[in-house]
């Protein structure tokens, strides 16, 4: 992990909270296009927002490309420190439930099934629009939604 990001006091990634909405708005542009122009191209632009998420999913957003590119304009343009910070985890989690339904709409792609992976497209576009304009990320509301489950299960197998 790169030495710059702000990290909590147990060594965890905090981002700023304006680079998932910043990544959104690019995921967001790019899958609009890829719905567009479809074709090879639009399959292209899909297989790339793909590799954003595999990197971002894999590496951790201190890798992500997009990420790291809001962090080169935030510096270069001085937006001034974060308004808040999080946790990496809950939009990370996001980036997976990314890459796992760019994942459906490639296989559907590869296996004929065009619309299937153009619908796929679509739901990604739609949540990415979602967290873009109104911060709302879906992706991060399930990992927490599973955090509570399972402090909930931990709590019911303790020994009364």
């Known amino acids: 992990m790169r ?20 990544g959104a708005a690019i995921t ?8 567009v122009v479809q074709g090879p191209l639009g399959v292209g632009l899909v297989a790339w927002q793909w ?23 935030k510096r270069r343009f001085d937006l ?11 939009p990370r989690f996001a ?9 459906v709409a490639l296989v559907a792609f590869a296996a004929g099934a065009a619309t299937v992976g153009w619908i796929a ?13 109104t911060g709302l990320c879906v992706g991060c509301e399930l990992y927490l939604v599973g955090q509570r489950l399972r402090q909930g299960r931990r709590r019911a197998d303790e020994p009364a």
């Open 3 to 22: 030495s710059d990001l702000a990290t909590d006091d147990q060594g965890r990634l905090l981002i700023d909270v304006r680079g998932p909405r910043f």
């Open 28 to 35: 967001a542009t790019l899958l609009a296009i890829a719905l």
């Open 51 to 73: 590799l954003m998420f595999a990197i971002a999913t894999l590496a951790g957003l201190a890798w992500s490309p997009y990420g790291n590119l809001f962090r080169a304009l």
């Open 80 to 90: 001034g420190p974060p308004p808040a910070t999080e946790l990496e985890a809950a």
């Open 95 to 103: 980036q997976a439930c990314g890459l796992a339904v760019a994942t």
């Open 121 to 133: 497209v679509a739901v990604v576009l739609a949540l990415s629009v979602l967290l873009a304009t």
